[in-house]
Structure formats: C-alpha cells, structure tokens
Nanobody
C-alpha cells in the first residue's frame, strides 16, 4: 500500500503562487508515476499534471501549461506542484495520485493511490 499526504494549499490572490507537496510512504516511490488532479466546486475531478518515474517526462492539462510545474524528488519521496500566475478558476481541492504502471495516463481511474486533498482558493 501507498500513503499519500498533500500539503501547501491555502488562500492566495489572483496572480500569486502556491507550492503543493505530496509525500509518499509505504512503497518504493520511484516505481510510481505521480499525478495531480483537482476538483472544483460543482465539477468533476480533472487531471492537472503528471510526471514519469524518473521525472524526465511531464504532462499538463492545457489550462495550466506555462503556469504550473510538476517535479519529483525520489530520494525524499515527494512530488511537488509549483503553481504560478494563479487564477480564480484554479480554485479547487487538489489531489496527489500514484500509478503503478509505467505510462502516464490522464484518467483518474488509471491511478491506484490517492491522497485526501488540499484546498486551494484563489481570490479575484
């Protein structure tokens, strides 16, 4: 089993930045593809970003490209989402997720492990 714990959420003004972190325990972290998803009020949970096992490949949803950056530290068992130029529409609960298979996927059903989420609120 894998336990994922997110941190770093909060309230920020539009144009500001936040850095989300996710710490993993319970399994070899480097064997997991890691992703970030979010659920905005009244909406389905959606893919935000993902990173390959080695960190060499990343993928983003179009709405965050150029503003968000995902990275990982396999020595520290952490994955980070740096969020810049935040917009009110980025307001959501952000979830960290882990996937055992090697290929990056965008569907939440493809991920095996989930954190409980951290709230990000962007005020206008």
């Amino acid at each position: 089993q894998v336990q994922l714990v997110e941190s770093g959420g909060g309230l920020v003004q539009a144009g500001g930045s936040l850095r989300l972190s996710c710490e993993a325990s319970g399994r070899t972290f480097s064997s997991l593809v890691m992703g970030w998803f979010r659920r905005a009020p009244g909406k389905e949970r959606e893919f935000v970003a993902a990173i390959s096992r080695s960190g060499s490949v990343t993928r983003y949803v179009d709405s965050v490209k150029g503003r968000f950056s995902i990275s990982r530290d396999n020595d520290k068992n952490t994955v980070t989402l740096q969020m810049n130029s935040l917009k009110p529409e980025d307001t959501a609960v952000y979830y960290c997720a882990g996937r055992q298979k090697i290929v990056i996927e965008f569907a939440e059903s493809e991920y095996d492990y989930w954190g409980r989420g951290t709230q990000v609120t962007v005020s206008s």
